[in-house]
């Protein structure tokens, strides 16, 4: 087996859905168990003994690998509910979609679940995550006071502000929309 090649790893997130997570890598093998390692990150690619990393090796790997397992398969799954668009703005390029977590990873209740999930593009999340904008437990979109009293060219105006009040678009099938209880911690944090 030529270690170091990059692969793409396929993750089963439902029945007949893979989710591809690249490149990675092949950093070590064991013929007689029939097992491998995989390094999910460039970084690890060319580690001869991968049990033998340094003390900030193994920090990175461990952050990679909480980071990367997860997120593209509930990436997905979150895009798929919303039908590849943004909650807020309706923008349908796949490629500038994004999961934002409503409960974060670090929080108890922070589970990858669609309905802990929001599919945002790449600014909405952005703000989101800065709490310059907040979402109500009934769906609609509010930005920071400071923001909205900004001026600012085209992005600021109509890619932000314009979208103060606007109600999100919803996922078709109820169990996978936003958790309301999980909205109504994150729009506190918001209000802060």
Known sequence: MELGVPLILFIKTEPNVLVPVHPVYVVADDESTQTFVIALDEEFRDIADPTSLTEDQRRYAVRTA????????????????????????SLAHGRLLEAAHIYPDSHPEGRAVVSNGLSLCSIHHAAYDANLLGITPDHVVQLDDDLLAEVDGPMLRHGLQEMHGRALTLPARRQDRPDREALAFRYEAFRR
């Open 66 to 89: 909480r980071q990367r397992l997860h997120q593209p398969v509930f990436r997905g799954r979150v895009i798929r509910a919303y039908a590849t668009r943004c909650s807020i703005c």
